[in-house]
């Protein structure tokens, strides 16, 4: 049996085990709460962005101008390419206690690779977050020339500018395509692990777009020429298209780690409970155990 003193440590820990996973959540909450200001922001201006660029694709093509499309590489029309060079960009926390967050990612990774032969001469692997680094370093994996100079510190300047540099590399024929795998909120409660094609991006998409009218109704009228009007938003879209990801992880990440904590601390509630109960089961055993002794002395002595 444990002891009164023993129960008493494990109820003074419980209690600081509360007050920890309550402060985590109430951090968590906070987060999401910034974060869903900048979500709205940044949702409007990549709105707006995506409108501008549909409308300069649809302008493009209207003018029979398809070779101008096909000469810029950006775009994904030759869908057999050889021995193509793939770069998948995972989203991961920097700490734990996130639930299945960064689990989810991971074994999206690992099904990837299970169901390619030989992915150490085609695939590169860069993280934005710690665990990712840590997991991709565990196993092996081939990592982009700059994970550690951008992971370990990911704030908007870097990551603008990663996005040139990995536009670059793919202008190069460096890199062919590159994903993005990361987690979205869906219902407020649970996240989705997504996997994305970044770049190039899919022309056949544009005349979807087309069909639901999310374009301006008249033709722009550019001062520079087209191709530098082109480099620079298609470059300015991908770079918010790439933030808006981000901010969806984090929202996801900060969102599962409250949900954890809040179960972590009903359960450590729970445990509490149990363990006042058996604290005060023993303090009965024991002041019954010190009156039966009394009373047995009393009767030795008559």
């Known amino acids: 049996m444990i002891n009164q003193k023993e129960i008493k440590k494990r109820i003074q820990s419980m ?42 694709i649809i302008t493009t093509c209207k003018h029979s101008n398809l070779n101008f ?84 510190n990911c704030n908007k300047k870097n990551v603008l500018y990663l996005i040139q540099q990995i536009i670059k590399d793919f202008l190069n024929d460096k890199i062919n395509y590159i994903y993005i795998v990361y987690n979205t909120l869906q219902k407020n409660s649970f996240h989705k692990t997504n996997y994305e094609l970044f770049l190039p991006i899919i022309y056949s998409d544009f005349l979807k777009i087309k069909e639901k009218h999310f374009i301006y109704n008249n033709d722009f009228i550019l001062e520079c020429s087209t191709k530098e009007f082109f480099n620079y938003i298609i470059q300015t879209f991908l770079k918010i298209k790439l933030l808006k990801t981000i901010l969806e992880s984090y929202t996801a990440e900060h969102t599962s780690r409250m949900i954890s904590m809040h179960k972590a601390t009903e359960n450590a509630y729970k445990i509490k409970e149990d363990l006042i109960l058996n604290y005060n089961k023993e303090r009965q055993t024991a002041i019954t155990k010190e009156i039966l002794e009394i009373i047995s002395g009393i009767d030795s002595l008559q």
């Open 69 to 152: 499309l096909k000469n810029t590489k950006y775009f994904l029309f030759d869908h057999n390419k050889k021995n193509k060079k793939t770069l998948f960009i995972i989203l991961t926390s920097d700490r734990g206690l996130c639930g299945s967050f960064n689990y989810s990612i991971f074994n999206k990774i690992n099904t990837i690779i299970n169901n390619t032969k030989y992915y150490k001469e085609k695939y590169l692997f860069f993280s934005i977050g710690k665990k990712g680094i840590d997991f991709l370093l565990k196993k092996k994996y081939n990592l982009y020339h700059h994970t550690q100079l951008y992971s370990n």
């Open 15 to 56: 209690n600081s085990l509360i007050k920890t996973t309550e402060a985590m959540k109430m951090i968590s909450v906070v987060k999401l709460r910034k974060l869903k200001e900048k979500k709205i922001h940044i949702n409007m201006y990549y709105d707006e962005i995506t409108k501008i660029f549909n409308n300069l």
